[in-house]
């Protein structure tokens, strides 16, 4: 995929739009300012499409988070406003945010057949990157957009105690890691941490990594191509994971410490700007693992509780 993103031999706006926001990644992180905490502090969670509430993901989460100052998560095309009877603030029309995807595309080659010197056409597939635009919906007036109330921090922390709970990973006492081998995370106490944002931010990152699991995710084949570089990518992952997780449960990273890697992340990302591009994609992969599966074992949870329910005052069958 990186190969066919990477050619340079014709015009692509859209890979112009993704090198400057790339180049604004590797600008805040080479003054030594992690992207995630300098403007991710959205209240509502992670940014949503207005009209389908459907979820951003990987790259695009940082395109929408990056130097947010807007308090809704929803986002939407200037189309969309004006079907809904809306327009887009006369202020704001140069304000827009861009939304990556990869299109499949297909072309016809000639081959020499070796065998009867022929020569025969072969459709080829291959992918290249494409951009719209999206607006806040605080840059759009004539519409009334449904805005969620922030959390409290009291139902803040619960939502996560209870998130955690769900997943159920194995915990023990230590300094913040995840052991592969023994497939659990060693964790300090929350009082040892400077406050409960440091705890949960870091113990998200650590539960990113747990996710590499070869009984979950296993990203290891996926980084293996970046050889000496693998370990650094898999943290950039697990960084901006607990990113996203700290976007959806309403957790700050302002006064978070655990980057040891932006030298790294800056030669990495320089050397092969769809690193970010594809890191991205993955931290979104293990953010949206983690939900799920937090969802399911709530499920499986209640259901189990019903049916012992139901047992429980069954009548005895006759003999």
Known sequence: ??????????????????????????????????????????????????????????????????????????????????????????????????????????????????????VE????????????KVYNTQQVEGINFQHEEP????????????????INPIVLRGEPAYSKQGDCIYMPHIGDFE???????????ELSHWTNHETRLERDKFLQKYKEKAYG?????????SAFLCAEKGISMQTTQHSEYLDSWVKNIKEN????????????KATTYLEKLSVNNIEQSQDKKQTKSKNKFARPKAS
């Open 1 to 118: 995929m990186e190969n066919n993103l990477n050619q340079t031999n014709n015009t692509n706006p859209a890979r112009d739009r993704y090198n400057e926001l790339v180049e604004k990644f590797i600008s805040d992180l080479e003054q030594g300012v992690e992207p995630w905490k300098k403007s991710w502090n959205l209240k509502n969670g992670l940014p949503q499409s207005a009209t389908t509430g459907g979820n951003y993901s990987g790259i695009n989460l940082i395109s929408l988070m990056s130097e947010n100052q807007y308090n809704s998560n929803k986002w939407i095309t200037a189309k969309q406003v004006e079907k809904l009877g809306g327009t887009i603030k006369e202020e704001e029309l140069e304000n827009a945010k861009d939304i990556f995807f990869l299109k499949n595309m297909k072309k016809i080659i000639e081959e020499v057949n070796q065998e009867t010197g022929e």
């Open 121 to 132: 056409e072969k459709e080829e597939s291959y992918k290249i990157l494409r951009s719209y």
């Open 151 to 166: 959390k409290s921090d009291n139902e803040k922390v619960q939502e996560i105690e209870e998130f955690l709970k769900s």
């Open 195 to 205: 406050d409960s944002e440091n705890y949960y931010s870091t113990f998200f990152h």
């Open 233 to 241: 990518v898999e943290e950039l992952i697990a960084e901006m994971s």
């Open 273 to 284: 700007p769809y690193i970010l591009f594809s890191a991205s994609s993955q931290a979104s």
